[in-house]
């Protein structure tokens, strides 16, 4: 499985970013190798969304503190489940996400754009 985080470092001791599309980078998790790979959002020089950048590296789910409302409609369509991020390091995240820890993101983190 394949886990995204936003973050605006580049390692798995950094934070999560607090707003999933304005973070600098997205560091991608696979749970199965325990290798990450860093890379840069692509909406920041108005390449691409970064749902759509995100499948595209077969990503399973996503670790956020909030995102908006096109973010979470993107992923809902493509099957990419979202989880709320707590405070501490994205090793922190993966290791409670591993642990089913994380939970689901609600409707309170959204931001309405």
Do not use: C, W
């Amino acid at each position: 499985m394949k886990i995204a985080v936003a973050t605006n470092g580049n390692s798995l001791k950094d934070k999560v970013a607090l707003h999933f599309g304005r973070a600098k980078n997205f560091l991608i998790y696979d749970t199965e190798t325990k290798n990450f790979e860093v890379f840069e959002n692509p909406e920041i020089k108005g390449k691409e969304l970064p749902p759509d950048f995100l499948v595209r590296k077969n990503v399973n789910a996503v670790i956020a503190f909030s995102l908006g409302q096109r973010a979470v409609e993107k992923f809902k369509n493509y099957k990419i489940e979202i989880f709320k991020a707590i405070e501490g390091t994205i090793k922190d995240n993966l290791k409670n996400f591993e642990k089913g820890k994380l939970r689901k993101i609600k409707e309170k983190d959204i931001f309405l754009i």
